[in-house]
């Protein structure tokens, strides 16, 4: 693989949830069996060095199509350079090396031929704080399309704004003021309104890195929602901080521990039945 450049910052959060006891996973959408168990995106042997820092450490692991996968772990274990190693946003910094092999449906995503912009149209992302552009609902919505061509004309472009709000849970709220600035809305609104801008370019994937931190917890339970029926459509990678919300949105999880992949199963068996004392030890609070 070609070594990534450039910088950006990783932003992390704290990881402490303050809470002693494992979730229930059993309430959650874990709860229910995953769709489908093909594999969309197969990551085998990867390794992250920051400079000396070996960041993540030789990992494996298959995300199923239609699932939705949560990277859990203490705060520096490697959640969001994992994330960011599967649309590649890990080439946009600083003496960030990647290696190993990671494919979607097959393809190499670290392909020198392969076309970044069209993969990150594939592999859309979703950050932690809400950062729409300074425009409009609708052109935050329409851009993407726009660049990528994806509409023919004015009203296959209105049908994608509407159809991408339409599944971020937005439009109702927002159909009477399309052409207000998408930074008027409220935090969980635009975090939605990200997610319809994602969603716009139809991909496959939806990475999250902890969407939900500068949310409160009425904006939290939407997304959480959200998250549950985008997964119909869509395959969900989800860095969260918050082992309830692991349990609660995820139907596989996998915990990272100082660079390591320690463990990644059911969620409901990674939260009642680790089979690692580090997994064991992190749910049950001791430490993180
Ligand atoms: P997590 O998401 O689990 O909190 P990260 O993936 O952000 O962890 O970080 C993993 C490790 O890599 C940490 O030790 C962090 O300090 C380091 N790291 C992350 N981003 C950079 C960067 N841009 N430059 C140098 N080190 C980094």
Redesign the pocket.
Known sequence: MPNATQ????G??P?ADGQPNAPDASAGASARPAVAARVKIHARDVN?H??D?H??KHVDLDVNEHDVTALI???????????RCMNRMNDV????QVTGSITLDGTDVYDPSLDVVQLRARVGMVFQKPNPFPKSIYENVAYGPRIHGIARGKSELDEIVHRSLTRAGLLKEVSDRLNEPGTGLSGGQQQRLCIARAIAVNPEVILMDEPCSALDPIATAKIEELIDELRENYTIVI?THSMQQAARVSQRTAF?HL?DLVEVGDTEQIFTNPKDNRTQGYITGRFG
């Open positions: 910088s950006a910052s990783a992390q959060m990881d992250v920051y400079g820092k960041a993540l772990g203490p705060s520096g274990c490697g959640k969001s350079t994992f994330l910094i600083d003496n960030c860095v990272f660079g």
